[in-house]
């Protein structure tokens, strides 16, 4: 391998990884540094050359990992989240849709001085937001539910549109600058339009089907089961796309949309493989896009061009929302997040060079602004957004509790007691039962509750509007804790997933247990089995709060350590299964005491103490 080919693949790949990691770690939109990546390796350094490299296999490379990224996509709309989002969907894909275009058609022609045709196109260009921006962008920030399903169908069902609209427009005008007949060429148009629907809707539909019958007759080994939904998803889009460009996306959303909701069984386990591929995409993609714009595209750009993006961001979109959502059931804060979050993405940058040279060489003027007019706004609302999604859902009253709850399945009365405790320091805490008893007793202590089975679609729901950030199984029954933990490890992290301990048959005969990566982390002490925990609670054991001053190991305070509570609220179970933890100043041990210690509500121990 060259040398210059291993610093390419070592920056696409490892420093897409990086970027991804620092963005989850310091909280930073992930897709602003992936850009600035791909600048500098390209147009700054000149160290990736994409077009140069790839030749023709650029586009269609580019739109095979779209197809998947858009597959992966409508893996996640789910029909019931219209029942609450339904009226705001419709008013984003179907109302919005055609203002956006319109306004931003106009902006580009008196603001941007683009002729009427570059106008149009950048229009259909720009008229819809990127699944490959917002859906990373809405995992960091931590919307509430309604407005998190808003942002996602709009970006996920407008994509294909957007790439259908775009392919329209350029060939209309290709059409009119020819010299054959123009009402024959539209019709052509037009019948090639309602046949690349058809054709990419059925296709979609179909391979769902497909799959579902192959599946539940046992026809797929389940190591081919993830390669064949890739092949169809890519399948269908290129033979889609063979009928028109843009019907590919429609084939590959509708394929994920439509598997999402027949019910297809095992498609969890397929999904979570899937997202972390689409996690690899979408980091490629913008770095090699990025890097892929020529010096001489930045020079173009110009203020009218700086002030064509401006008003695509504050004028166009904000007034387009507000006119499509008028006398709608969204309420002021979600229609002003709306109006402002719209990040452009992938589909944008690989449209608009391809469209930009074609509209060029059927010889319309001012087609060379829309490649850097595109690219600038896709920056500009990548970073704008990107850092401000955030912060002004938080204002909004729209952004989940910040700080990660806890849920605790099974309601008996020392998790009821363990709730309080930790109710008393604002650490959001539900309770999780199906027996209404128990819930009732925790209701009256003020105590959030939920009355589900842990493992279905319902609690899984709940927990995602609860931000639920820690799961404690406490139920007699111990498989039945590690199922609940096995199930939600992938969604919350295998750190964060925590279950009593087995019984002690188990404790001798460890290798007749559950393996590590079917079951949670084991909470505070191997002995601590819901047996003991049970009778030591009517024994008199209780749950209290130390707080430490200085540098403290739990070992230092009387009873069992269970958890650390922060001073911001973050929460830290103790388990034999990591290292333990220390305790800082102001941050407080939860204890599981003995009656002998437990007289006093809270005890401060100190330094000394521990030396003592």
């Known amino acids: 391998m060259e040398p210059s080919t291993a610093i390419a693949i070592l920056w696409v790949v490892i420093g897409g990884f ?35 490299a790839m030749g023709d296999v650029l586009r269609p490379a580019v739109g095979l990992a779209v197809a998947i990224v858009v597959f992966e996509g409508g893996l996640a709309l789910d029909f019931r989240e219209l029942r609450a989002a339904g009226e705001g969907v419709r008013r984003l894909t179907i109302f919005a849709l055609p203002l956006n275009g319109l306004f931003a058609v106009l902006a580009a022609h008196f603001i941007g001085a683009m002729p009427w045709s570059s106008a149009a196109l950048f229009g259909a260009i720009v008229v819809v937001t990127g699944p490959t921006v917002v859906l990373p962008l809405l995992r960091q920030a931590r919307l509430e539910r309604r407005i998190a399903a808003f942002l996602r169908w709009e970006a996920i069902v407008n994509d294909p549109v957007g790439a259908i609209l775009t392919a329209l427009v350029l060939e209309a005008l290709i059409i009119f600058a020819g ?171 690989a449209v608009a060079s391809f469209a930009a040279i074609r509209l060029s060489e059927a010889g319309y003027a001012g087609a060379d602004l829309i490649q850097p007019t595109v690219f600038l706004v896709i920056v500009a609302s990548v970073v704008l957004h990107g850092f401000s999604l955030a912060p002004l859902a938080r204002w909004l009253g729209l952004a989940m509790e910040n700080r990660p709850g806890l ?18 320091h604002d650490v959001p805490v539900l309770l999780v039962d199906i027996y209404p008893g128990p819930l009732a007793a925790a209701r009256r202590r003020g105590l959030a509750t939920l009355r589900a089975q842990a493992l279905s679609d319902q609690a899984a729901d709940i927990f995602a509007d609860k931000a639920i950030g820690y799961v404690l199984a406490a139920t007699p029954d111990e498989v039945y804790n590690a199922l609940t933990c096995a199930r939600l490890a992938p969604e919350l992290g295998r750190e964060r997933v925590y279950q009593l301990a087995p019984e002690a048959d188990e404790l001798i005969h460890p290798e007749e247990g559950l393996a ?48 650390r509570i922060g001073e911001n609220g973050a929460l830290d179970l103790a388990s034999p299964d990591h290292e333990p933890f220390s305790v800082a100043e102001g941050e407080r041990l939860v204890m599981f005491a003995p009656p002998a210690d437990a007289s006093a509500e809270s005890e401060r121990i100190t330094h000394t103490d521990a030396q003592a």
Request: proline residues 4%; glycine residues 10%.
């Open 407 to 424: 849920a605790i399945i099974g309601a008996s009365p020392w998790t009821i007691d363990l709730a309080s405790i930790l109710a008393q």
């Open 179 to 349: 010299a054959h007949g123009t009402s024959a060429g539209l019709w052509t148009l037009a019948l090639r339009l309602g046949i690349g629907v058809v054709a990419g809707a059925g296709l979609g539909i179909a391979g769902a089907f497909f799959v579902k019958l192959t599946f539940q007759r046992d026809l797929v080994p389940e190591v081919l089961k993830t390669p064949m939904l890739l092949s169809i998803a890519m399948g269908t889009y290129a033979l889609a796309n063979m009928e028109m460009d843009g019907a590919g996306l429609i084939a590959a959303t509708l394929f994920g949309v439509a598997l999402a909701n027949l019910g297809v069984p095992g498609l969890a386990e397929l999904r979570r493989f899937k997202e972390a591929l689409v996690v690899l995409l979408v980091s490629a993609l913008f770095i090699v896009l990025a890097a892929d714009l020529d010096r001489d595209v930045l020079a173009r750009l110009s203020w009218p061009i700086v002030a064509l993006t401006l008003a695509t961001l504050f004028l166009v979109r904000p007034a387009a929302i507000f006119l499509a959502t008028m006398r709608s059931g969204l309420t002021g804060a979600e229609r002003l997040l709306a109006a402002w979050i719209a990040p452009r993405g992938i589909v944008a940058a």
């Open 516 to 563: 590590r990566d079917w079951r949670g982390k084991v909470l505070a002490d191997t002995g601590l089995d819901f047996a003991t925990v049970a009778a030591r609670y009517r024994a008199g054991w209780r749950f209290r709060t130390v707080e430490a001053e200085g540098k403290e190991t739990p070992e230092t305070a009387p009873g069992i350590a269970i958890m």
């Open 18 to 52: 990086l970027a991804q990691w620092a963005g989850a770690r310091l909280r930073l939109p992930a897709i602003v540094l992936l850009l600035a990546l791909g600048l500098i390796a390209g147009p700054g350094l000149g160290i990736l050359h994409p077009s140069a």
